[in-house]
């Protein structure tokens, strides 16, 4: 192959993205399906992508796309088709089971137009997942779904509003979605026993890690201290991200209540934003900061003494929060108040840059808090695994190349398979004259 093959492997090749979330949605898989979709395009791929309007991790639509049914877009080379779907104000099984319907029958309604080479989706959301299923069937081409959270799972564990009952109908849409996938991809091996028991051959499972979407932190963090108004003397606990059920917040809320000596930050959005609020009212320790822009969000983290990760209990191996990413960038320590079996807590114990405390025990994560605190040098040691663990596992590069493999095995068994189909035409055809 020559470089400049090389460079460009997917020349030609016309590829649909299906996900539900997308830029300009700077945290949770948009980043993620964004990069993934603006690299294949440089690789001289047609890259259209099929998804829905930004909403996260508000759940609410950006003012730009209220009473917008459907749009189409040009971004960094990329067609985006956005349709219209409901988003839930509050997360309840028949909230989040609106808004999967809504996002399904609008994509099928409403699906590019065109025969793409392939169909790679991002689970969740399961609707996309089912789209994406059902638009590879019908062109006979691959489909590839990526795994970034099992939602049978998650409905389960997360402490959801009739979540046994979605959890059943969840797991069903995954089956479905993944059981004739030509690949899959998981961004963590914790996912393979779950994607194996929702009848997927696991030699058809490749693990392709998240990569760090990103940029170091540059600004002098005394600055932006003094700017967000955060003293040096006062040790700063930051969580940044999603403000949801699975991730148990009130932990944090708790912490601030029995540590007035400590500033706990929240910085984020999500449906219970408004809940922790009200619980944490009266706490002059504890602040709300809307998410981060994406010019200074690690200059943010960075800023910070320690960095959160919490998770309830239930939380096993549904999910491996994106943020985990982001926080090794900044160079912080972190400390995840999970499961110790769970995904998360495998990530953390891979990098070596946080410690581990037991779930929902604002004790423990206030006793683990405090002790960094205490030894700055120590906090700064353990913080520094981070980026290291990030250049050598986690860079955007490392992580494009994954996916670039996944696609070419993906596309190269497809091409097998229709030669090998070719082949036993002619050979009947053969067989019949002969006859």
Not at 95 to 114: I, N
Not at 175 to 200: K, N, Q
Not at 331 to 358: F, H, I, K, M, N
Request: with cysteine; net charge positive; glycine share 10%.
């Amino acid at each position: 192959m020559s470089a400049a093959e090389h460079q460009k492997p997917f020349e030609n090749r016309r590829l649909l993205v299906v996900s539900t979330n997308y830029a300009p949605e700077l945290t949770g898989i948009g980043p993620y399906a964004t990069q993934l979709a603006e690299h294949w395009a440089a690789s001289g791929a047609r890259t259209e992508v099929l998804t829905g309007m930004p909403h996260y991790p508000a759940w609410q639509v950006d003012e730009g796309y209220r009473g917008v049914w459907r749009r189409l877009e040009s971004r960094e080379g990329v067609r985006v088709h956005r349709r219209r779907h409901y988003v839930p104000p509050r997360q309840t099984a028949l909230c989040r089971g609106a808004f999967e319907a809504s996002v399904l029958v609008h994509g099928l309604l409403a699906p590019p137009p065109g025969r793409p080479d392939a169909v790679i989706s991002q689970m969740p959301s399961l609707a996309g997942g089912v789209i994406a299923a059902r638009l590879a069937r019908r062109h006979r081409v691959p489909h590839i779904p990526v795994v970034q959270d099992l939602m049978g799972a998650a409905a389960a564990q997360s402490g959801i509003r009739g979540g046994g009952r979605a959890a059943a109908v969840a797991s069903k849409a995954e089956r479905y979605a993944l059981r004739g996938a030509a690949l899959v991809g998981v961004i963590h091996e914790s996912f393979v026993e779950g994607v194996t028991a929702l009848g997927v051959d696991p030699g058809r499972i490749r693990v392709v890690p998240n990569w760090t979407h990103v940029q170091s932190p540059s600004a002098d963090r005394a600055a932006t201290r003094a700017r967000l108004g955060w003293a040096e003397d006062t040790p700063v606990l930051l969580h940044s991200g999603n403000m949801g059920l699975k991730q148990g917040l009130d932990v944090l809320v708790d912490l601030a209540r029995l540590a007035p000596d400590i500033r706990v930050v929240l910085m984020g959005d999500g449906n219970q934003r408004d809940g922790l609020r009200a619980r944490a009212a009266g706490l002059p320790n504890l602040d709300f900061l809307p998410p981060a822009g994406a010019d200074d969000f690690t200059d943010v983290l960075a800023a910070a003494d320690v960095l959160a990760v919490t998770q309830r209990a239930s939380v096993l191996d549904m999910s491996v929060p994106s943020k985990l990413t982001s926080y090794f960038v900044s160079g912080r320590p972190v400390v995840a108040s999970v499961a110790d079996q769970g995904g998360t807590a495998d990530e953390v114990r891979r990098s070596g840059a946080g410690v581990l405390v037991a779930p929902e025990d604002p004790a423990a994560l206030l006793t683990a808090v405090r002790a960094l605190a205490a030894d700055p040098g120590a906090a700064e040691a353990l913080g520094a695994h981070g980026p290291r663990y990030v250049a050598l596992h986690l860079s955007r590069e490392a992580g494009l190349a994954r996916f670039d493999a996944l696609l070419t095995e993906a596309l190269g068994d497809a091409r097998a398979g229709t030669a090998r189909a070719g082949d036993a035409r002619a050979g009947d055809t053969q067989g019949g004259a002969r006859r």
